[in-house]
């Protein structure tokens, strides 16, 4: 049983405005909290049921003043049912070794994914990450995490999910893989392989961080039939009159 968080008081901050790396034109805040050695596992599972994100130490969730267009997202494992373009992604990738890992920085994984930030990501905020600031971000966060190694008949190195065990089923943190795999669509096969796995523990759902309506970087979780977001009510099932919807910015309060 995880020891709870709840005999003391939890300390939120709120960012500034800046400019909001999903929708052009808006600005973008966050309410946070930092991850306590002691509470790490129980205060993941809560915050994240309530819409927040894991990075390294700290749990963050939008609290943008105009705008709500960053939705959690949870795919329901054993309802769902993937599309014959997944089926063949599962197909084309059926040789790899999916191997779980403590979470223990390596320079093999090191390497894969300073490749995979080069090719794909190179102007973004990750760029130049050293060995020091990788070690950081896969040990750092005292949550039930794991580094999960997919490797080919061979044996090299080919994808890597950084993944958060939740009581009620798998967070998926940060996934990277080989860049020059395109055609195996990788990335889409880290998120099938964990509803997979979830299945396999009979954990109900894989929690995939935020769906932001009208994104073209986020268009692709909506392609996870059926797709759960949250709303102030709770959770629902994500219609496809949402998936083609644009966003609504949000009038302001007062």
Excluded at 103 to 115: F, I, K, V
Excluded at 129 to 149: H, I, Q, Y
Excluded at 162 to 176: A, E, I, K, M
């Amino acid at each position: 049983m995880t020891r709870p968080f709840t005999t003391r008081q939890l300390p939120f901050f709120l960012t500034a405005p800046s400019p909001c790396p999903y929708l052009p034109g808006r600005q973008e805040r966050k309410v946070f909290t930092r991850v306590d050695v002691l509470d790490g596992p129980g205060l993941n599972d809560t915050l994240t049921h309530a819409g927040f994100r894991r990075s390294q130490s700290i749990l963050y969730r939008p609290a943008c003043e105009r705008c709500a267009a960053c939705k959690s997202a949870r795919i329901p494992a054993e309802a769902f049912e993937p599309s014959r373009n997944q089926r063949r992604i599962l197909k084309r990738n059926s040789d790899l070794l999916r191997l779980p890992r403590q979470p223990e920085a390596t320079p093999e994984q090191y390497a894969l994914l300073s490749r995979y930030l080069e090719a794909r990501h190179s102007d973004g905020d990750m760029a130049g990450m050293d060995f020091f600031d990788f070690s950081t971000m896969v040990e750092e966060g005292a949550a039930r995490t794991e580094l999960v190694e997919y490797r080919d008949s061979a044996g090299v190195l080919v994808a890597c999910a950084l993944t958060d065990r939740l009581q009620d089923g798998y967070s998926l943190v940060y996934s990277f893989f080989e860049p020059g795999r395109e055609r195996d669509s990788l990335g889409a096969f880290i998120i099938l392989d964990h509803v997979a796995r979830a299945r396999e523990a009979r954990l109900p759902y894989v929690y995939l961080g935020y769906w932001v309506q009208g994104s073209r970087k986020m268009d692709y979780k909506a392609r996870y039939h059926p797709l759960e977001v949250l709303e102030p009510s709770g959770w629902r099932m994500l219609a496809e009159s949402d998936r083609l919807a644009a966003p609504e910015p949000m009038s302001r309060a007062g």
